[in-house]
């Protein structure tokens, strides 16, 4: 008898347990349900309020960005900083940096440079045609000496002028003075995929006479071809466009794309080395609320 009512409360307390379990299963999946459920409910409600319209699409058949200037304090290699800061070289106005050659007669040098960082967020590195670089600088006298603006070559590891649309050098005045020069096709041997490049500005060489440089601005940009997109955001919601469409009778192309544009804002984005093709054309905006705004060319 006591086997008996042992064997009846073993199966009794394994009937408890098997409850609970199913219980506690029951609970989870009606919670998941649940849960799926607003979630879905609240991305529909989302997408609902997300409106999103192409007002433009045009070609850019070379294009500059913005000019980036220098990101931190100048390396003096040879001379000496007198004063101002790289702050100072960052815009065309009425401040600036001034350096002096090496004293050290007969042989006055200088030799400088700085790092700068193209924001390759909205210029892909695929689509660069070439990079500008640009001085604006004077002298403190009037003198024959020469300036040459130089890029460190990743490829092999020193400063150069190796591809550049001039290697001639300039001569500053006591007046302000632009010198630029751009890499050409040579550009990616000068700029990481990160956009980062050195640039170095230095004199000829050895001279009898020293004297000092002022510096009012220093930057680099890029020139770039595509097509750009105007999109005016007409939802509640910040738009998230996850991918772009370039459609005509002959080709479907289908380019990637990771931009936000803010509820009620204008913004234009430049796809790089994309081409618009000839006659009609629809283009497609897709977000990553599946929602997608469509411009067509007829």
């Not at 379990?21 to 009606?30: G, K, N, R, Y």
């Not at 695929?126 to 640009?134: G, N, P």
């Not at 001639?168 to 000068?190: E, L, M, Q, R």
């Not at 738009?239 to 002959?250: Q, T």
């Amino acid at each position: 008898m006591l086997l008996h009512k042992l064997k009846r409360d073993e199966k009794a307390v394994s009937n408890v347990i098997v409850i609970v379990l199913s219980l506690i299963l029951i609970v989870l999946i009606v919670a998941n349900v649940v849960l799926w459920s607003y979630e879905m409910n609240e991305y529909d409600w989302e997408r609902m309020r997300e409106d999103l319209a192409i007002t433009d699409v045009y070609s850019l058949n070379a294009t500059y960005s913005e000019w980036f200037p220098v990101q931190t304090e100048y390396q003096v290699n040879l001379g000496s900083r007198q004063s101002g800061s790289y702050i100072d070289t960052q815009a065309v106005d009425e401040t600036w940096e001034t350096f002096r050659e090496e004293d050290r007669a007969p042989r006055y040098r200088l030799d400088i440079n700085g790092t700068f960082l193209v924001d390759l967020s909205s210029y892909s590195y695929s689509s660069i045609v070439t990079i500008e670089v640009q001085i604006r600088y004077r002298a403190a006298s009037v003198f024959s000496e020469k300036f040459y603006l130089k890029a460190y070559n990743w490829s092999s590891g020193i400063y150069t002028d190796n591809g550049f649309n001039s290697t001639s050098g300039h001569t500053p005045t006591s007046d302000w003075n632009y010198y630029a020069v751009n890499f050409t096709d040579k550009w990616s041997d000068y700029m990481r995929e990160d956009g980062k490049l050195f640039i170095k500005l230095q004199d000829e060489g050895s001279d009898s006479l020293c004297t000092t440089i002022d510096i009012d601005f220093f930057a680099v940009r890029v020139v770039i071809s595509g097509v750009a997109f105007s999109f005016k955001n007409q939802g509640a919601l910040t738009a998230h466009v996850v991918s772009l469409w370039i459609i005509d009778a002959n080709a479907h192309n289908r380019y990637d794309a990771n931009f936000y544009i803010d509820a009620g804002e204008n913004a234009t984005y430049v796809l790089s080395g994309a081409e618009l093709p000839n006659g009609q054309y629809i283009v497609k905006a897709v977000t990553e609320r599946g929602n997608i705004a469509v411009y067509s060319s007829s």
